[in-house]
């Protein structure tokens, strides 16, 4: 029975346990023991399995578990996502964790909107996306738009830029003015008002000038308009001001009086009341129509008097009362043609009308007799004062023009002087010569134009006792008459070459459409060197160029071959292209062709080119400006070694060329170089600036290459370069040497290895301007193989090759199979140089290792002695600040509770007890409110004093408080929290019982310290 448990137990172990293959035994020969060790070997299996699936369904409710917790955190952060995505416009659907295809699209617009990558929906990538959204930006391009003004959220960055303003310091500070366009607060600051409300009520008032506004409330007006009619009147003060408005406004009742008693033909209350309104005010024009009816009721009564009848021999004669109202009436008419011509400001009509004759002795006649007599006299003082001011305005042209003359004059005057200086003359008596000059000179700012004559004779007295002053003057005409002489003949030469251009033109191209123009054009000239008036040459020689430019002929007159017809003889001699010569100008008329001429300019405008104390031509600083005449395209632009040798002998070490230049152009430069062949080919309308500016010294001959000269000096190269190559195709020569390339263009291909590069550029630095000289052009560096530089040869990427004898052996070989054009420079490089090159770097990088060496053991020194000192001060300050603490403790505690103390109970439930939290600090305030709306509530509140002092605050000094808050807030909702830092800063006014000046801003900022600077800050709590 036992053996059937043990075999059930096997039996069921075997079923369980898979793993152990149970071989059936012999019962005869089996072993018992062996059996029962199985048997427990297979219980113990069974019971590991059992153990195995316990924790397989263990791990299985873990993972689910966990998947169930990823699930929740996932729609938790999908309602955050949402959330935020919403509150920016990208997503308009429901908060509920589903991340969905409108969640889908709305996270596509908002990474394309910033920038972003595809939302992984990590902790991290919401936190930074509701950083986002708390700032409230559309796109990154919007952010950094207002991130560039300092901007750090939407709100205020569109406020800001709809009220115009560009940065944030600009924004906020006009809106704690209260200004909310960036216009309103320019004007404010361009107004002068230190005080908001005040230019408030000066603008509200028409005003838009605090000096304006102040002088208006001097004079006692609180209104612009008020005020600039009140300016216009010419009144001395207000009182004076109010009493012309009542008298204005008394006249014009009367004259409405006046008026409605004409219209009722009440003459007398009529013209009684006219003559009031006349006496009181100062608009008599508008009497003119209630006193043009009453003359013309007084015309018609008079009519009607002079029209009855008068009695026959048997009618009684006209009553006395008939006759006193004639006499009434007619002095009716009188008075009112007195009122009239005061109307009209016929102030002399009104003189006579007005007389007592006229008018009697009635008392408003008398007092319009008094007006119109000052006003004849205030006429006349305005005549009189017009007239004066007239006179004094021509006296003072006259003053100008004479004052003109006089400066022309000494200018003129003392350019002939600079000009006779510059010819370095032998003075009779210069220091009274300078004395003069200084004395005039000194007149240059002077507006006394006697004083300059007075000047201008002296000087000419002195120097008409200077008999070399005397042969100046004489050359310097003689001078202008050649320069003269040589421009006609230049401009004769230059029709004739136009002539005979027009001439070969036609004979080529007879049906061509513009023969009768060039035809009409020849008889036009030929009638201006008829005539032989210098004008109408010169102005001949212009027409015709604009002629031919506009016929389209001007390249081809340029190309023309010009031989001068020498049957036509003109007065004076001339060079090969028909300018005249003369003695000053021979030098660089005359001469080999292919001799290039160095003109140094003489003038102020020469950037570099100097004299110096003992009269030598210098090129200060060693700089050399230098242009090119050009005649042709194909002249070269660089400086062979003659010309960088002849700038040296005048300590010229920098060159620079600037181009080609024509005419008048070399005079900005130190150097005008030329081929005289290459000018005398040039068009002579450009040529002649040249030459008269030779001619006149502008430009003088300081050095000639000849031709000879440089022939010579070339064929010696040449015949270097060509021994350099021969000796390297026969292996005779060791070392390095240079390949130039026909075109000379790209760059300078060094066949080298890259560990030897800084040993060759050694080498190369010994060789000065030699190879500069050499190459056609500078060339960049590049270092490649032998194989490398044949193929950039041929593809113009190598514009010279550098490379050791064994390689030119190659590279040559190879050109010449290639057919390449190519050659030799005539520099060697021996293996000497190149040894001692190696050493003489090798030299100095061990000289710089140690110098390097040394400043680092210095620096470690010093820093060390920094550590010392740094601590030795760290120690220092808190000593001291721990007594400055202890001494002002109680003072600072109570500042920083002046406000901080309500803070607390404002950041968890929104109001103060005082209030004054709110009112000092705006900014917090709209945060706070915003928070609240978002659902957050304060979770932790922590407040310090950062620092406590003095500050002044207009001439006074007041307790000044720093104070940093600190805030956890959470939000239910979200299930997250949420930690802000604020500064705040405040002035204390216990005088007044005030806070003042506040301050608020991110704990990141450190704009506060810029607001202790500004207002003079002594901290008690800090050591600085």
Partial sequence: MYLGKLSRLFVCGASVATIITVTPINAAGQDVNGFINLMGRVIEQDMRNEQIKREQRAYEAEQQAYQAEEKRREVALVRRLQAAMKSLGFYASKVDGDRGPGTRSAEDAFTAAFGMPPIDLTEEEIRQIEQIASRGFRSHDEMQRAAAGGFQRREDYIAATTGGFTTASDYFRARELGFASARDHFEFQRSGFGDPLAYRQAKGAGFESRAEYEAAAAKGFADKRQYGEFLKSGLPDKASYQKRQDEIVLQRALMKDCEAAASASQVDKAIHLCLKALEVGNEPAALKSPLGQIASNLSAKMAEIDTKPAPTAGEAPLAADEKDQREVLARAVRVTACAGSVADEDWQGALAK????????????????????????????????????????????????????????????LQDVAEFTASRPRLGNPINLASAVVALRQMGSSDDYRAIEQAVLTLNDVLSAEETYARFIAMRSQAQAVAATNARATALAELDRTERFIQGYIAENLLDASVSDLLKLKDDMDKAVADGQDQQIFSMQAKALQEITRLRLKEQLAAFIYQPDTQRNISVQTASNGLALTPENRDLLEGEAKDILVLGNFTKSAPHLVMNLLGELKFYNGAVDYCWFRARDDMPSGLSSELIDAFQGFDGRKYNSQGSCRGQDGLQYDVVLLERGDFLQGNVMDTQAIVDSFSSQKLKLIHTVRWDEVGAGKARLEATAEQIQSEVLAGLRKGHGFLQVATGSGDLCLVLNEDDLAVHEEVHKTLGDTLKRALVKTLDRKVMSAEAAFMGAQKEQCGAIYASSENLKTLISAMDRAGSHYSSLPIWITEDEVRQARQSLASRQVDEAQRLAQIRQEKEAAEQLARKNAEEESSRRARDEAALRDHYGQEAQAAFNDIVEDAEG???????????????????????????????????????????????????????VVAKIELVNRNAMRGEYEVSCFIVAYLIDREFGLRRDSYEARCESSDWKTWQTGRSFDSRWNVN
């Fill in 906 to 960: 404002y950041f968890r439930t929104g109001q103060s007890r005082s209030g004054v939290f709110e009112a000092a600090f705006p900014q917090i305030s709209d945060w706070k409110r915003s928070q609240g709306q978002g659902g957050w509530e304060l979770d932790k509140y922590d407040d310090a004093l950062v620092d406590y002092g003095t500050a002044v605050w207009k001439g006074r000094r007041l307790e000044a």
């Fill in 354 to 413: 007005c007389s007592p004759e006229a008018a009697g002795d009635d008392l408003q006649v008398a007092n319009l007799r008094t007006r119109v007599q000052a006003e004849l006299a205030r006429v006349r003082k305005v005549a009189e004062e017009e007239a004066q001011r007239k006179r004094s305005e021509a006296e003072a042209q006259r003053k100008k023009v004479a004052l003109d003359q006089a400066r022309q004059r000494m200018a003129a005057l």
